[in-house]
Structures are given as C-alpha cells and as structure tokens.
C-alpha cells in the first residue's frame, strides 16, 4: 500500500476518501505521495522516491515544479473542483456592479441609529439604484469548466451570452447552453457586452490581454470582471478607464496596490474558490488523481507532464515513464523492450513544455532489468513498473 | 382628450404609451388621471374631474383607497412590473449571505494603504469563506410574479426548491419549474430548507406570520430573507434567533430601528425595485392600465375595484358604473338603460369587498341625461359614458 503524507488538513471527505487506498504516512520523508493546499514547498527538501504531488487546489506556485520534475514526481492541480465557487461569485459581482447593495448596506450600518431610518431610506436609496442583469448581453472569454458554467448561468438569469475560446474543448462545447452565441472574434465581446468576464490560465500569451486598446474598444459603461488571474488585466489602462468613467465598474478578486486604490473598482478579498464544496471537491479531485497515477500510471490533471489515459491496466504489466521531451525516447524504450522479449500491447505518449510521458502496457516474462535500462537512457527522470492486478 | 398629472417622476417610456388621446398637465385639478409613485396622497383634495390613480409600483400605502372608492376613483399598481428587479436582489440577498463579500470588500478597503495586500489577503480571507448555493435547498413562501421567478431562479442555480402558496394561480404555476415542489404545508419548509425567501403580500392574515414558533420550528442556521415587507416578520423574535445562531443571517430590504441592531443582519434601504428597468416597466404598466380604463373602461390590477375586461369598445358606447354592493343595483341601472330602448349588447358586474363594478356595452347612444339620472341613484358613486 502506497503511503500519502497530507501537508494539509484537509476535507473529511476527502481523508476517508484518500485512506480507502492508502496509508498514512507522518512524514513526508516516508510518503510515497503528498498532498497539498497553499502550504510552501519551495524551501522544503523532496524525498527522492516521492512519486506525486497532488495540489487540493488550481495555483501551484507553491509547489517547486522544475525540481519536481527533474527527480521525476509528477504534480497535479484540481482545474474544475472550484467552478460552482466562481461562478455564483461571479453572479455576485455581476449584481452587486447593477446596483450599489455594497454602499447601500453601509449606509444603513452608517443609520443604524437614526429612529426614521426607513423613511430616510426611501430618500436616500436613490444614490443605491442601478440596473438589472436580465436582457443585457455577457461576454464571456475563456470557455473552460468555470467559462462554461458562468455562461449557462448567464443564460438562465435572462441574459444573451457571447462566448470566446479559440481553443474550446468538446466537453465544454457539450456543456454549453444552445443559446450561449460563439463568437470568434475578442472584438465581438468588447464591441457587444455590457458584462464582460473572463476565465482564462495566465500564460504568455493571455498576460495583459485586456489591456488599453482591448479597454478602449469595450461599450462605454461596461462592466469588467475579473476572477480569474490579476495578470490578465493591464491595471494601469483600468484604472484610467475607470477614471474616465468609460468602465462603469471593475469587480475584481485580487488586492493589490493598484486594484485597492481605483475608483468604482469592488475589490474581493481573493474568495473565489473560499466554499467548504470548493474545498471538498478539490480533496476529493486531488485524492483521484492520486489513485489513477500510483495504482494505474495513468496522468490526468498534471501540470509539469503530459496527461496519459490508457485506462485500467489490461495487461501483465504497465511502464510509466518520466522524460524530457527529446528525440529518439520512444524509439530507445521499444528497442530495450525488444531485446527483453517483451511485446508492447499498448502506448500512449503525451508531451507537456519540455517533459512528457510515456505509457507503455507490455506482456511475455518480465525482467527486473528492464526498468534500469530505462532509467539509464539519457533525459529519463523516472521509470516505474505497475503489475496487472484483477479489475 | 384626457389630462393626466405625474406627482413624481415618471419614466417618458412610459407616459409616451398614453396615445394620441392624451395630455399631461401640472394643474392636479384638471386631471382626470393622476400617476404617482412614492408621493403621499392621503392629504390631497380630490377634484370632480379625478377618475383613476395610476401608482407605478406595488404598494399602494400612500393612496387613501376607501375614500377614492368612495368617489368611483379606481386605483391601480403594477404587481409584477418589478418582479425582475427583486428576484435579482434575491439571489444578490443569498450569495451575499452563504460568503461574507461584504466583510471581504470592507477588509480589502480597511487595508488599501498595504503594499502586500495581496498577500494578506490570502491570510484574511478565511473569515470571509462560506458555502455555496447550489446543492442547497431554498423555500419560497408565496408564487406570485416574484415567488414564481424567485423559485425558477434558485432552479437554475443548482437549488432545491420548495414552494408554498395555498392560492398559486394557474398563470403563475403554468411559470413555475417542473421541479420545483410544492409543498401544502409551511412545516415542509421550515423542516427542509437551508435559504427560504418569503414573497407575500403583507395583510391582516399575514402579518408576523414568521413568528417565534415558525423560527424555532427552522433548520438550525438557516438564512432568512425578506424583500416583500418587514411586517411579515416578527422582528424581535428574529433578532432573538440572530443572537442564538439559530438564524444565521437575515437578509432584509427594510431599515428600521430594530433591524439595524440585528446581529448578522445584512440590511439594504428598500432597493428591491430600484432599477431603471423596473421603474420602466412600472410606468409602462400603469400606463397601460390608465389608458385601458379611460377609453375603455376596462380595469386590471385595480386594488379597490374589480377586474372588469371587455377588450375594445366594439358597441355605440359603454356605461361604467360604479355602486355599492348591494341588492337591487342592476335591476335598477338595466331597466334605466332599457327603458330608453337601448340594447345592452355586453355586460360585467363584479364586486370587490364593499364596492362594484358595473361594465355596460350599448347598442345605441344613450342620452346624456339618463346618465345623469342614474348618477344620481342611491349607492351608485359615480356612471361614465364612454364613447368610441
């Protein structure tokens, strides 16, 4: 039995769930597998047998990903489990851009005392007044698991939706709302919405997407959301426009010195996936992905390897390998296979940056050497020998 | 051509559906019709000339109703016209209550001024992380416009939804979810229900109808709101269940001294129907409504006389006729109107408590004088010729 250390608390659920297959283990020196939350690892020495790393959880920046890869321990992130979070925080910020709830809650907090608060309230919540979600259009950039879910919800509230992904998956097309318009064009958003959100990773390509001439082309009185990653949005041009008042409202999740000094800016203190459901859907996720890698080699939600999915093992045995993605691998790992006398009855090969994985299901007698020849080959970091076992 | 007089501000979407047979005028006196929103008109003398009172709203608590009654003045709101704009503050009302945003933003503010903000926030953020709605099971007490909206809404977010409301019509049940369930019994609601929303107008019969027991008898840290009125809610008792955490949050459209002190009280100054688009839609309605009764006589949504609707005006002319319910009222206004040998082609009486409507649709011009004559009858309020 496998032994997971938890860095951690996490989830009941997520506890039974994980020590149905697995056995505790104190430390992580004697773990075979770890999991966890926003603890820092970077300072942290790393077993060398640690096969995995699975973040309850999207960001890894707490997790040292190059070492990790060069000894070969494969981490895993839990993309989705926090969808539902987003999206009625989402749905939040929507409505609380439409009318002033915020100032006008405050202003009762600020009343509290007055004996004719309500009949001032009747003058007073002129200033709180705004409009409604229902008939105006949603942008929505990026149709991932929260994207998706953001959109129907959009829909359902009444609202005609805009969807942009170049790079839109079938599951996520699958999950769509017929009426959710696809557009090919950013500009289709931003000439269109009076909502606009966006749910996309921060990569090179998506950092500072929505910056001054994105802005710029954006409806006069647009309202901006942002609970996806800072990095996405050009602060600076923002703040300008909000200034101008050409951006009626940024409704943002992330603090920083520039988001809390802008004006009509509603800056959340960072509570997108802040949901006990969030917490145990990405334990329960995390201990998933755990199960698949240590019982089947399969990858599904890395993100330092290529996710390889050849299902349960169907064979005598199944080979992960842990490699640079350089020319010639797949060809040394079949030659040494062939020299073994075993045959390959099934591979899959996935790369990720500058890494992949191999998945190779072979049969025929089984030699310890195997696993040392290829380990041995150059830009290997780990390989690993899974047995059939009865499904 | 008819006058008609706005005491408050009234969106021109919606005067501007008057029609080519009217015009507004600043002179009250002159108005056959008056459209008000939130103005007070228990101290205003009526004119002779006043026929309806248009309130671009719901709540009808600043019109003197018995006395306009009195007068054959028919008042009429517009339920329904905000529906959209409460269902929304609804859902804002639940979001805002399963995470502290609120408590999130005002931390944020309180700490503009530090460089690591970001990184604080990380640390701060635990005190404001909450639960989602979806999974959860909301109870909606009362499926009007806004119960049924309220119901469909919490559908679409992933909610269980229970509904209750021993009068749904068939308009509004026709609206609802197939899934959302009705229940015939508030006990169902208190027993199950994680968020329960109420949506009832506030009457003799349901005034504190959430009381001490009602509480008590709800899950332990159930979230409570209350966009209709604050007098369906015995407020002390709920303050109580505050303290305890029996209640953990209530979420309440309406600022007074006793909410303002509530512990774990979100409290917002009576923005339920403060959108632009309702105050459109309101004005629209009432509008229509106006137009409707003047040319017509037709009444819909009136809150002191019944409904009456023959649709256009197909016949010479019609007779509105507004009288006590009493015996004996159309015997004498149908034999009034046969004795000049017109033809009743078309013909309404209803009451609404003490009042009665009386819609005549004749086959030939009745002379002036019989109208006169029968205004003049005991227990008739007033009699309107309304010609093409």
Not at chain 1, 102 to 109: L, P, Q, T
Not at chain 2, 131 to 158: D, H, P, Q
Not at chain 2, 200 to 218: F, H, Q, Y
Not at chain 2, 219 to 226: A, C, E
Request: proline share 3%; with cysteine.
């Amino acid at each position: 039995m496998y032994a997971v250390h938890c860095m951690n608390n996490i989830s009941p659920a997520g506890l039974e769930k994980l020590y149905q297959s697995f056995s505790p283990a104190k430390q992580l020196a004697d773990a075979d597998a770890a999991i966890v939350r926003s603890a820092n690892m970077h300072e942290i020495e790393l077993p060398s047998g640690l096969l995995a790393i699975a973040r309850a959880g999207a960001g890894v920046n707490n997790i040292p990903l190059e070492r990790c890869s060069e000894q070969g321990t494969v981490v895993f992130n839990t993309p989705g489990a926090n969808a539902n979070a987003v999206k009625e925080l989402v749905v939040a910020g929507m409505l609380l851009a439409s009318r002033d709830v915020i100032g006008s809650a405050e202003w009762v907090s600020s009343n509290a005392d007055d004996e004719n608060v309500a009949k001032d309230a009747e003058k007073a919540k002129n200033q709180f007044g705004g409009t409604e979600i229902a008939g105006k259009t949603l942008g929505v950039i990026g149709l991932g698991a929260i994207g998706a879910m953001v959109a129907n919800a959009g829909r359902r509230l009444g609202m005609h939706v805009l969807g942009f992904d170049p790079y839109l998956s079938t599951m996520a097309a699958l999950s769509l709302d017929h009426h959710v318009h696809y557009v090919r064009r950013l500009a289709d958003i931003l000439e269109n919405a009076d909502y606009i959100t966006i749910h996309v990773p921060a990569n090179d390509s998506t950092r500072g997407m929505i910056g001054r001439d994105q802005i710029a082309q954006a409806k006069d009185g647009v309202v901006f959301l942002n609970f996806a990653r800072d990095a996405l949005v050009d602060e600076q041009a923002m703040a300008r426009a909000l200034e101008s008042g050409h951006v009626a409202r940024y409704v943002t999740d992330f603090a920083n010195p520039t988001t809390t000094h802008m004006k009509n800016a509603l800056v959340f203190s960072h509570l997108g996936a802040s949901t006990k459901e969030a917490e145990a859907n990405c334990a329960a996720m995390a201990v998933d992905e755990l199960q698949e890698y240590l019982l089947e080699g399969n990858i599904i939600n890395s993100v330092n390897f290529g996710d390889v999915d050849l299902g349960p093992i169907q064979t005598d045995e199944r080979i992960v390998v842990l490699h640079r993605n350089i020319p010639n691998m797949i060809g040394q790992f079949s030659s040494i296979l062939a020299e073994t006398g075993l045959n390959i009855e099934n591979m899959a090969n996935k790369r990720r940056g500058d890494n992949a994985t191999t998945l190779i299901e072979t049969s025929g007698p089984w030699d310890d050497n195997v696993l040392d020849r290829i380990s041995a080959v150059e830009g290997v970091f780990r390989a690993r020998m899974i047995p059939g076992h009865e499904l | 051509m008819y006058q008609v007089h706005c005491l408050n501000n009234i969106a021109k979407v919606g005067t501007d559906r008057l029609g080519p047979n009217f015009a507004l005028t600043d002179d009250i006196d002159a108005a056959q019709a008056i459209m008000v929103r939130s103005a007070s008109l228990h101290e205003t003398e009526f004119s002779p000339n006043l026929l309806a009172i248009g309130r671009a709203g719901a709540g009808v608590n600043n019109i003197p109703l018995e006395r306009c009654a009195e007068r054959g003045v028919v008042v009429f709101n517009t339920p329904g016209a905000n529906a959209n704009g409460v269902k929304e503050m609804v859902i804002a009302g639940m979001l805002l209550a399963a995470r502290d945003i609120v408590g999130g933003i005002e931390w944020v503010d309180e700490n503009s001024d530090d460089p690591n903000v970001g990184k604080a926030a990380e640390k701060a953020k635990k005190d404001f992380a909450g639960t989602e709605l979806a999974g959860k099971n909301l109870g909606v007490i009362g499926l009007g416009a806004i119960g049924a909206m309220v119901a469909n809404a919490g559908r679409s977010l992933g909610m269980h939804v229970y509904g209750y409301d021993p009068y749904l019509s068939v308009k509004y049940a026709w609206s609802l979810d197939r899934h959302v369930r009705h229940v015939s019994n508030l006990s169902e609601i208190w027993a199950n229900c994680d968020y329960i929303t109420i949506h009832v107008p506030a009457t003799a019969k349901t005034k504190g109808m959430i009381g001490r027991d009602e509480i008590a008898a709800m899950k332990d840290g159930v979230v409570f709101l209350n966009y209709a009125r604050d007098a369906l809610v015995d407020e002390i008792a709920m303050s109580a269940a505050l303290q305890t955490g029996h209640v953990r949050r209530y979420m309440t459209d309406f600022a007074n001294s006793v909410t303002t002190q509530m512990k774990h009280a979100v409290v917002t100054p009576h923005l339920g129907a403060s959108t632009k688009e309702a105050e459109d839609n309101c004005a629209i309605m009432a509008a229509d409504e106006l137009r409707d009764y003047l040319e017509c006589g037709n009444i819909s949504n009136s809150v002191n006389y019944p409904e009456a609707d023959m649709g256009p005006i197909e016949g010479a002319m019609r007779l509105a006729i507004f009288h006590e319910n009493v015996p004996n009222m159309i015997g004498q206004i149908t034999s009034a109107v046969s004795n000049q040998g017109v033809n009743i082609e078309n013909m309404i009486d209803r009451s609404r408590g003490d009042y009665a409507y009386c819609l005549l649709e004749l086959g030939s011009d009745l002379d002036d004088s019989v109208v006169e004559q029968l205004s003049k009858v005991d227990g008739i309020y007033r009699v309107r010729a309304i010609r093409k």
